[in-house]
């Protein structure tokens, strides 16, 4: 069965501080896509990025780096030089390839960037 | 474009009461997931539609159904509310089936549900 854990419930940096947010997941399948949503205090979850497992290559996007490791089934979101923006929640979450292919999250880090 | 859009947007109940939530998706997506977000769960996947037919089903009791219409707008029922039922009930539309797109969910604000 597939499980993601988010052992972060709430981190609080100051603005212009890097931030990492863990993710670790738990599949038995060789095919699985993981992604990153963020949800702002709005309530609607916005997608960030999709990586699927035969795809390590390390993603960056302006501030937002991607880093995937299979060998310790880790796929971390690192914030560079955060901004109040950025405060929401983001989930992490796993999708297996096959029929049970329903898209899992985990519970959610809050983060807080302090001005 | 329209995003999705969730009514009500908040809405209280008794215990025992039903509810009705109600999703319309963005126009043109053809799949519709449930979610219910809590505190102490995160978000839990309750179910998704694709094409008026149930495609994949979480853990959930038989108390919560739904149904999606020709047009791909979906609702969700829960019967006989309890307390922990309380909850943002989320709901995401896609072009196509979960396992087969991109993974790009779009969601809607949720329905926030308070049971008494």
């Known amino acids: 069965a597939q499980k993601v854990t988010q052992a972060q419930t709430e981190i609080s940096v100051v603005e212009k501080e890097d931030v990492t947010l863990d993710c670790v997941y738990e599949?038995?399948?060789?095919?699985?896509?993981l992604f990153w949503y963020k949800q702002p205090p709005s309530g609607e979850l916005v997608f960030l990025i999709r990586r699927n497992s035969f795809d390590e290559q390390n993603e960056i996007s302006g501030r937002y780096s991607w880093n995937f490791q299979k060998s310790t089934s880790s796929f971390n979101f690192t914030i560079t030089a955060s901004q109040v923006v950025d405060s929401a929640v983001y989930f992490c979450?796993?999708?297996?390839?096959?029929?049970?292919?329903?898209?899992?999250f985990g519970k959610g880090t809050r983060l807080h960037i302090l001005p | 474009k329209a995003g999705v859009t969730q009514t009500p947007r908040y809405l209280i109940k008794t215990r025992g009461q039903q509810v009705t939530l109600s999703c319309s998706p963005i126009s043109g997506h053809r799949s519709v997931s449930w979610y219910q977000q809590t505190p102490g769960q995160g978000l839990q996947f309750l179910f998704e539609y694709f094409s008026e037919t149930q495609r994949n089903k979480g853990n959930f009791p038989g108390r919560f159904s739904g149904r999606q219409f020709s047009n791909s707008r979906s609702e969700m029922n829960v019967s006989t509310l309890e307390l922990g039922d309380s909850a943002l009930y989320l709901c995401?539309?896609?072009?196509?089936?979960?396992?087969?797109?991109?993974?790009?969910?779009?969601f809607g604000e949720g329905s926030r549900l308070t049971v008494l």
């Open positions: 995401a539309s896609s072009l196509t089936e979960q396992g087969s797109n991109t993974g790009e969910l779009f």
């Open positions: 599949t038995r399948d060789t095919t699985y896509y």
């Open positions: 979450a796993l999708s297996e390839a096959g029929r049970d292919d329903k898209i899992i």
